[in-house]
């Protein structure tokens, strides 16, 4: 059973450009979450999807945008992007919503110059 | 929205010795998970445990849900436990929400 992968591992980008990320979630996965986690903090909840639709959101600005494909994969999608985007993206997945286990992938390194 | 605190920030360790983690949160929950965070940042699965006590190996966490905590144990500590443990709720939402978690040092 292939587990949560992401891609890329590390991404340099300078300011104002746009980014992509992405996810494929585990065998069995509906539903992909994505986090930001800057340095030395916890994860922050970007949004989720839930069978190609958005499914809640966290306190984002609309250029952190989403999409989730028919196979259950997905990609996190940054404009304009600003210094402080630098962080480390995170993507889970699980077989439903609410009272299921997440499971992550080992994230992107985003680095803005 | 749910608020989550863990404690110690911070714990330094000698290889063989015990140790207790916790984690407090502000309003009911239907899912808890505790992470291991490894130096490359993978988020490694510990325990699912919204209620209850689950044991894996060395390691043991107990969630009381209607006093809001939940304690992370770690038994005969081993230079590779060292990192950042995390503990993350789900309340009335569909998002995790993760404390700032304890930086756990083992030294040999």
């Known amino acids: 059973e292939t587990g949560v992968t992401q891609s890329p591992t590390h991404l340099i980008k300078t300011r104002g450009q746009q980014v992509t990320l992405r996810c494929s979630s585990q065998?069995?996965?509906?539903?992909v979450s994505w986090y930001q986690q800057a340095l030395g903090q916890g994860p922050q909840f970007i949004f989720q999807?839930?069978?190609?639709?958005?499914?809640g959101r966290g306190n984002f600005p609309p250029r952190f945008s989403g999409l989730q494909f028919p196979n259950y994969s997905s990609e996190l999608n940054v404009n304009a992007l600003e210094l402080d985007d630098s962080a480390l993206y995170l993507c889970?997945?699980?077989?439903?919503?609410?009272?299921?286990?997440?499971?992550f992938g080992p994230g992107t390194r985003l680095t803005v110059l | 929205g749910i608020q989550v605190e863990q404690s110690p920030p911070d714990l330094i360790l000698q290889e063989g010795a015990n140790s207790t983690l916790r984690c407090n949160f502000s309003?009911?929950?239907?899912?808890l998970q505790w992470f291991h965070q490894n130096p490359w940042g993978q988020l490694i699965n510990l325990f699912y445990?919204?209620?209850g006590t689950k044991q894996n190996g060395r390691l043991s966490a107990t969630t009381v849900a209607t006093e809001r905590y939940s304690l992370l144990y770690i038994s005969s500590s081993q230079t590779t436990d060292s990192g950042v443990y995390f503990c993350?709720?789900?309340?009335?939402?569909?998002?995790?929400?993760f404390g700032k978690g304890t930086k756990l040092t083992v030294n040999p």
């Open positions: 999807y839930y069978r190609e639709e958005e499914n």
């Open positions: 065998s069995g996965h509906n539903t």
């Open positions: 993350a709720v789900m309340g009335g939402s569909e998002k995790l929400v």
């Open positions: 309003d009911s929950v239907n899912n």
């Open positions: 445990i919204p209620s």
């Open positions: 889970a997945s699980s077989p439903g919503l609410a009272n299921y286990e997440q499971f």
